[in-house]
């Protein structure tokens, strides 16, 4: 079985990560949703509701899992038996910054980082876009998948 994690922060799930996720799925048997949790970063979401907006948008897709990490990405594909890191890339900051991680995963590890190029029409979205959109009270929905419901 082929299992892809997707980790990320996911704050929130935009409609970036969710193009990601439905085409990592024609590739993979299982994605694995993983939200890391690194105690250090300020999250706009809790973890319970960029959870809960991760597993609303893909209730109807049983390939897609969706899970909270703390720790080295590879130690979690080693106890979830993936063999594959999925990333998305926009532009070529993230192309450096996804190399050098993806560079020294492969030195730690024999697990294979595969890179999908974003949606042109998703390009530009960040999950830190929709959060500024948000503070200032743009309307966020066209960036977003639905299950994102801001009370
Ligand atoms: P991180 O904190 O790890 O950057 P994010 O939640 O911002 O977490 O992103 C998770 C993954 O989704 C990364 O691989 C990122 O490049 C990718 N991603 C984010 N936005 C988009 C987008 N609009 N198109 C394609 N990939 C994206």
């Given at each position: ?5 997707f ?5 929130p799930?935009?409609?970036g ?5 439905k ?5 993979f048997?299982e994605?694995i949703v993983?939200?890391?949790i ?5 999250y706009?979401f809790s973890?319970?509701?960029r ?6 948008a893909f ?5 897609v ?5 703390e720790?080295l ?12 890191i999925?990333?998305?890339l ?6 450096e ?9 492969r030195?730690?590890?024999k697990i294979?980082?595969?890179?999908l190029l974003?949606?042109?029409k ?17 309307d ?12």
């Open positions: 079985m082929r299992k892809a994690i980790p990320g922060s996911f704050d799930i935009t409609n990560h969710y193009d990601i996720i085409r990592g799925i024609s590739l048997d994605v993983a939200i890391g690194n105690a250090e970063k300020k706009m973890l319970d509701d959870k809960r907006f991760i597993e609303e209730k109807n897709e049983p390939k899992k969706v899970i909270t990490y720790g990405t590879i130690d979690l594909c080693r106890k979830e038996n993936a063999d594959f999925l990333r998305g926009r532009n070529p900051a993230d192309f910054f996804e190399k050098a991680i993806a560079h020294t995963n030195r730690l590890s294979e980082t595969v890179f974003t949606a042109a998703t390009s530009y979205i960040s999950s830190s876009i929709v959060r500024d959109v948000l503070r200032n009270g743009g966020y929905t066209v960036l977003v998948p639905e299950s994102v419901k801001i009370k």
